[in-house]
């Protein structure tokens, strides 16, 4: 019997076929540069937005761009769903998010900012309150908890 010299062949790795493609790669493959955004052209999720990694396209482009790791919001300037182009992105809180959707008119609040108000001083049961504002109970039970228009007082 013949005994191979195994100090001169390659350790296995595990996996067959092709080797796997980095993942920034793959991320910039599914980008349609233009004059004015970047759009992503692969899966998107139901809300319009890229999907990358089951994640966030526009979150992926920023960790690929900058090499954090985004712990806030990452906001689009140019209101693109689509859109990865980092100039086009900044960091911001959840309570950024919805002042800037409500600014650029993308907010499909049935609520004023004076309304929640009203509603956090209200007295009676979030039940009655919903009823009198035409919302759910539990609409008002989150605006009482500021877990939604925290930016408001």
Excluded at 127 to 138: A, Q
């Amino acid at each position: 019997m013949v005994s191979e010299d195994r100090s001169t062949a390659k350790p296995s790795t595990g996996r067959r076929g092709p080797k796997p493609i980095e993942p920034a790669v793959r991320f910039w493959r599914m980008v349609n540069k233009t004059a004015t955004c970047w759009e992503w052209t692969g899966h998107c999720k139901r809300n319009g937005y890229g999907e990358f990694d089951r994640g966030y396209a526009h979150r992926a482009s920023w960790k690929l761009n900058t090499g954090q790791d985004p712990a806030a919001q990452v906001l689009h300037k140019c209101d693109n769903r689509k859109c990865v182009r980092i100039d086009h992105l900044f960091l911001g809180s959840i309570a950024d998010n919805m002042r800037d959707k409500q600014l650029k008119g993308r907010a499909a609040n049935k609520l004023t900012p004076e309304e929640v108000s009203e509603i956090r001083s209200s007295q009676g049961t979030q039940e009655d309150i919903g009823l009198r504002y035409d919302v759910d109970r539990t609409t008002i039970g989150r605006i009482i908890r500021r877990q939604t228009w925290s930016h408001v007082s």
